[in-house]
């Protein structure tokens, strides 16, 4: 979804694009997105990152459908910084819109310490890395309240940035495009259960009834005991 100071009571949730950055009429336009079907995980997984991936919306092509065309600024040589900050307000898709969202006054309603920033300057795939936020969803699912794209300069009239949403990848047809259009969250994560190379860990030997280590990082304690071994070079079993 994206809302825009220009049509401020209007909502823009089942659009196949949407947008950042400043209107021909001087107005704010910023995106929201949000993922509410974030995988589960165990209680031993530990995010490492996590990534927001977004393709531009592509105004050279579909754009012309519209009058007057859309256009985005790398298309006149510009290089646009596109920021992603963490929101702290609900919003639905089919409902938001600039007034319902701001009612008084601006900032109150996301996180002002942007996560990450891209540097738009063609027709591409661009990420985030929003690996604080999501952390915070998975400690406190009902706060997840989904990301806020802006321009970091919102003052230049017309310099919008578009961006396909899932509605755009949803018509079409080929599978190719709806993996390149569709948004997406990427989670590298690990699992802490049982001993990895790339765990370092405090060890207590026990004598006959085995090992303890104890993970630097997470706490958790794995207790490692032989229950029988069988010694060969053919065929050695432990």
Known sequence: AFVTQADPYKNFGNVEFMTTGNTATGKKTRSLIQFDNLPDLSNR???RRAYLRLTTYDTEGAGFVYNPPLRNPYQDG?????????MQKSWAWNTVSWNNLWPEYDGWYYDKNALDYTKVDKHSQYHWDITRAVKHWYRDPSENYGIMLTNDSETATGERVFWATSDWALVNEKEEYKKLYY???????????????????HQQDVGRAGSGHVNDYTGNVTFVHDDTATPGTRMPVT
Request: aromatic share 16%.
């Open 45 to 47: 997984a530990t995010i």
């Open 78 to 86: 510009k290089t646009v910084q596109v920021n992603a900050y963490e």
């Open 183 to 201: 948004p997406i969250v990427e989670l590298l994560y690990s699992n802490s259960a049982g001993l990895e190379d790339y765990w370092s860990y």
